[in-house]
């Protein structure tokens, strides 16, 4: 749409500057018709009404011929400035409409998409009833969110969810923790959520070792997966993550 409309100025600038040029043309040839007429009576020095009306015809012409060329000049600077603007304006909503996708990524809440569950069905149900803990962070509601979110999508693989014991308070973590008994770094379990979780794009690390001992002391029982939903990343975060000590 814009592209025709483009064209179309185009073009119409084209055929202004034409039209201006045979109008300047057109005078010209009056001018020069009127001189003709009066021209011998001028040599003679036979000066009456119509050698004074044709000279004021030529005078009249040519402040017209002038005219029209300036005015033609003036309105192609003013289209060239409202084009700038124009221009400027764009930019400036494109840049306006940037910072708004930015921030709504900045502050949109984590959550998993319908394929991003179908995905981890698929992957994780022949894992059927694999116990996991699940843990958030204390007053983040986007924590718990997605932690409720992650929680509902590995239930419906067949997994069995069981509260750690508490939530994650103090200072957080970025992301999402996915911790195991130190034993059970090669538990299939671990190793297919951990795969599924990077092909969704949730962004976190994977430990042995426990996010905060004192509130959840059963965390990393054997055979058991824990799964802490931190705080949502921000652009400063290096990855992996050391997550805080109790």
């Not at 119509?50 to 300036?70: D, H, K, N, R, S």
């Not at 957080?172 to 996915?178: A, D, L, Q, S």
């Not at 951990?194 to 055979?223: C, D, K, Q, Y």
Request: hydrophobic share 45%; net charge negative.
């Amino acid at each position: 749409m814009g592209g025709t409309i483009r064209n179309e100025r185009e073009k119409l600038d084209g055929h202004l500057t034409w039209l201006e040029r045979w109008i300047v043309f057109a005078g010209f040839a009056v001018a020069i018709g009127v001189a003709i007429e009066i021209g011998s009576k001028v040599i003679k020095h036979e000066i009456d009404n119509e050698v004074i009306g044709g000279a004021i015809v030529i005078l009249g012409v040519a402040i017209e011929v002038i005219l029209t060329f300036v005015a033609a000049q003036k309105t192609s600077r003013v289209q060239e400035l409202a084009n700038f603007d124009v221009a400027q304006a764009n930019e400036r909503a494109a840049h306006a409409l940037e910072r708004a996708a930015t921030l709504q990524a900045e502050f949109a809440w984590r959550e998993l998409s319908d394929p991003d569950r179908l995905l981890i069905r698929e992957n994780l149900t022949q894992f059927k009833e694999q116990p996991f803990d699940f843990v958030s962070v204390f007053s983040d509601p986007e924590s718990m969110n997605f932690c409720a979110d992650i929680k509902g999508a590995l239930e419906s693989a067949g997994w069995i969810g069981r509260s750690g014991g508490g939530i994650i308070a103090g200072p957080t973590f970025p992301g999402v923790r996915i911790v195991v008994h130190r034993d059970d770094l090669e538990l299939p379990a671990f190793l297919a959520l951990l795969n599924t979780f990077g092909r969704i794009g949730v962004r976190g690390i994977a430990t042995s070792e426990p996010a905060n001992v004192s509130i959840m002391p059963n965390a990393v029982l054997p055979g058991r997966i824990s799964i802490h939903v931190g705080r949502k990343p921000r652009k400063e975060d290096t990855w992996p993550v050391t997550p805080p000590q109790a």
